[in-house]
């Protein structure tokens, strides 16, 4: 898989032709967006951090991100994340754009880069 097929936007941004299926990846439905403005096609909740691990992160975004981003990792490889991210992991090889979309506004220090690595680690395997 070529990484143009798997793109990350913000459910503010503009919607473009290129963006393909739009997956929300977010717990919790962005504030303010309509269903119809936000064009979700599919919404991955079981692929986010759980609850204690989004609430344990906000509490001290600061200094946790590293052990964030190890906990998270761990819940991805864990049973009740696996079925969701193989699904996920099926949408992409389906071919075609894929676009991961959240409402975080620091996307960078986010769950969304931990979930890009991980599916592309996973989609690399033979």
Sequence with gaps: MGKSSLRVRRVYDPLEDADGVRVLV???WPRGESKAKAAIDRWAKDVTP???LRSWYH???GSRYDDFV???RAELADPAHTAAVGEL???IREGGPVTLVTAVKDVPHSHVPVLV???EHELARP
């Design 26 to 28: 977010d717990r919790l």
């Design 50 to 52: 759980s609850n204690e």
């Design 59 to 61: 509490q001290d975004r």
């Design 70 to 72: 190890d906990r998270y």
């Design 89 to 91: 992991l099926a949408l």
């Design 117 to 119: 690595e991980h599916l």
